[in-house]
């Protein structure tokens, strides 16, 4: 169950992120689409970060320590990116425009998926 609700989150951030981030966008002829579409980017970003994150932590320790953590910015960017590239390569109407979208767009997905994890109980 609360996988599930972690992939509601991740959507609602990334919408979030395509209202406030020019170049990153949903495009869908329904709003049913276009939230099917969310919710199958936040389960590709899910997979992503559990699997393509924690090796670049591990590779690039000492430029998170270096940079004070943020190249974490840099690589939650990166992420986004290539989430916005599989998603593409499925035929999700999901596009993330550039480097500097991405890396906005990471932001507000981090922050706003933060506070909705909070508003969400723990088991």
């Known amino acids: 169950m609360r996988i599930l609700i972690k992939v509601v989150?991740?959507?609602?951030?990334?919408?979030?992120?395509?209202?406030?981030?020019?170049?990153?966008?949903?495009?869908?002829?329904?709003?049913?689409?276009?939230?099917?579409?969310?919710?199958g980017v936040a389960v590709i970003f899910g997979l992503v970060n559990a699997i393509i994150k924690p090796i670049v932590k591990t590779l690039g320790c000492a430029l998170y320590v270096l940079t004070l953590g943020l190249f974490g910015l840099v690589v939650n960017a990166l992420l986004l990116l290539l989430t916005g590239y599989v998603a593409g390569e499925l035929?999700?109407?999901?596009?993330?425009?550039?480097?500097?979208?991405?890396?906005?767009?990471?932001?507000?997905?981090?922050?706003?998926?933060?506070l909705l994890d909070l508003l969400v109980k723990d088991d």
């Open 91 to 114: 035929d999700l109407p999901f596009t993330v425009d550039g480097f500097w979208p991405a890396f906005l767009g990471a932001i507000v997905v981090g922050v706003v998926g933060w």
């Open 9 to 39: 989150i991740t959507a609602v951030a990334l919408w979030v992120a395509t209202v406030l981030v020019a170049g990153v966008d949903v495009e869908g002829d329904t709003l049913g689409r276009r939230a099917l579409t969310l919710v």
